[in-house]
Nanobody, 118 residues
Framework: QVQVKESGGGLVQAGGSLRLSCEAS????????IGWFRQAPGKEREFVTS???????YYKDSVKGRFTISRDNSKNTVYLQMNSLKPEDTAVYSC????????????WGQGTQVTVSS
């Protein structure tokens, strides 16, 4: 069983920055793909970014150049650095672990609220 926990959300003004952390348990963390998703009020959950075991990264077009995902396998943690935040980035951000490959997000955290004020 893999446990996933996010931290680092909060309230920030437009143009500001936040860093989210996602810690996942498991002896094979370095083999997991970790993804970040977000869900705004009244909207469906959407993919934001992910990082594979090899360090390959993928981003939603609207966050490219503003968000950066990285991982520290020694700490079983993935980070999401969010810069130049916009009000439309306001959402609950959740991270998920794919431990088997193929985009199967089998383990999810509870989520952390990010609110960007205009």
């Amino acid at each position: 069983q893999v446990q996933v926990k996010e931290s680092g959300g909060g309230l920030v003004q437009a143009g500001g920055s936040l860093r989210l952390s996602c810690e996942a348990s498991g002896r094979r963390f370095d083999s997991y793909t970790i993804g970040w998703f977000r869900q705004a009020p009244g909207k469906e959950r959407e993919f934001v970014t992910s990082i594979t075991w090899s360090g390959s990264t993928y981003y939603k077009d609207s966050v490219k150049g503003r968000f950066t995902i990285s991982r520290d396998n020694s700490k079983n943690t993935v980070y999401l650095q969010m810069n130049s935040l916009k009000p439309e980035d306001t959402a609950v951000y959740s991270c998920a672990a794919d431990t088997v490959g193929g985009g199967v997000w089998g383990y999810w955290g509870q989520g952390t609220q990010v609110t960007v004020s205009s």
